[in-house]
Each structure stands twice: as C-alpha cells, then as structure tokens.
C-alpha cells in the first residue's frame, strides 16, 4: 500500500481532475466506500457525533469519485453534469446535517421524511454508473 501512496497512484484517486469509467467508479466506490461505511456506522454506535463527523469526510472522499465520473459522462455538457453533481452533493450534505442536527431522528430506526432527498442521489449515481461514456482512455 505505501508504495502505491508513494508513486501516485492513490493520490489520482481523490483528486477531482480526469475521469474515471463506470467500472473503475464502482471499484473504487466498493474498495473505499464498504470499509468507511462500517467504520461510520460502528463511530455513530459508540458516539454519534464522532460517526456524523466521520460521515462528512467520507462523503467528500466519494465526491471525488462521483465528480469524475460525472465528467467523464457529461463530458459534451459538462454544465449540466455539474448542476447535477452539485444538486446531488447539496442534497447528500444537507442529509447529514440535518441528522447532525436532529440527533434523535438520525439515532430512530423509523423512517424519515428526509431519507426522500437519497432518491434523486440513487439515480445519479445509477446513470453515471451505467451510461457509457464516449472517453476511450480515462486519465483519473
């Protein structure tokens, strides 16, 4: 792993220049992604704000992801492409700072009407994923 840091190689990872194909994006969200999650939900079991807080940098991390393969999708409209990333970045912070805020809804096992806002996320997420890119060699 240190030699990968060393080389560059991980640092291409969370910089939000280049692109990245839908099957490197599902990768490096399955590699990154998983382990953070489970660190995430175990730092919000043992003390909530420290798992919130702990959410916001994983989201970021993500971001980086998700902004490259939104640029690599949208690469002929890259102002919608933006729009959507940002919407979609909006609505995945202001998620977590409501359940920042709200300690005792994020802490429910019930349903929130707020969880409604993952909707729009989900489906981006699911286009850019899917959609083919006309980018033969991706630089990200």
Wanted: no cysteine; charged share 20%; hydrophobic share 50%.
């Amino acid at each position: 792993m240190g030699f990968l840091i060393k080389t560059g190689y991980m640092k291409n990872w969370f910089n939000y220049k280049g692109t990245i194909s839908g099957k490197t994006y599902l990768f490096r969200g399955l590699v990154v992604g998983l382990p953070l999650i489970i660190i995430t939900e175990v730092l919000t079991g043992v003390n909530y704000y420290a798992g919130a807080i702990f959410y916001f940098l994983f989201l970021f991390l993500v971001f980086s992801f998700r902004y490259k393969r939104m640029s690599a999708v949208f690469k002929d409209k890259i102002d919608t492409g933006k729009k959507l990333f940002y919407a979609t970045a909006a609505i995945d912070l202001i998620i977590g700072l409501y359940f920042l805020i709200d300690v005792e809804s994020g802490q429910s096992e019930d349903f929130s009407y707020i969880e409604l806002g993952g909707i729009p996320i989900f489906i981006f997420i699911l286009y850019i994923l899917f959609k083919n890119s006309d980018i033969e060699e991706h630089n990200g």
